[in-house]
């Protein structure tokens, strides 16, 4: 026989779950609420330092490498900002043709909707299916 714990102001559970509640009003922040609004704004502000940092890194090697930049290095440089740029216009073409097709498919979709509901509401209406077939 599976022995139930009834849930009563003097159960353990019921205590526990209450001093849980009790420990945000005492100043102590509950793991659910670190989880719902501690970590993401940790997160979010460690990601703004990592890029503003990342900038600042290739800010100061740019500097540094022009300095020290020939003719033959400039132009090695303008190759590879020349096939940077070429690899982000054929991505931002993969992405426009894919919401192409999602458009597309989803117009299909729509029309089929619709072709099916005017087929069940003309059936409804006394249409025989060989009516309906031959009006199509």
Not at 3 to 9: A, L, N
Not at 92 to 105: Q, S
Request: proline share 1%; charged share 25%; hydrophobic share 40%.
């Amino acid at each position: 026989m599976i022995d139930y714990e009834v849930y009563t102001p003097e159960s353990e559970t019921c205590r526990r779950n209450a001093s849980l509640t009790n420990s945000t009003r005492y100043g102590r922040l509950s793991m659910t609420a670190f989880y719902q609004f501690v970590l993401p704004i940790l997160i979010i502000c460690v990601l703004f330092a990592t890029i503003l940092s990342s900038i600042e890194i290739g800010y100061r090697t740019g500097l540094r490498r022009r300095t020290r930049a020939t003719e033959f290095t400039q132009g090695e440089s303008k190759a590879i900002e020349t096939s940077v740029f070429d690899l982000m216009g054929l991505l931002i073409a993969f992405i426009f043709a894919g919401a192409a097709v999602r458009f597309d498919n989803r117009r299909m979709l729509i029309a089929e909707e619709a072709n099916v509901m005017r087929l069940r509401t003309s059936g409804s209406i006394g249409f025989e299916d060989s009516q309906i077939k031959s009006r199509n």
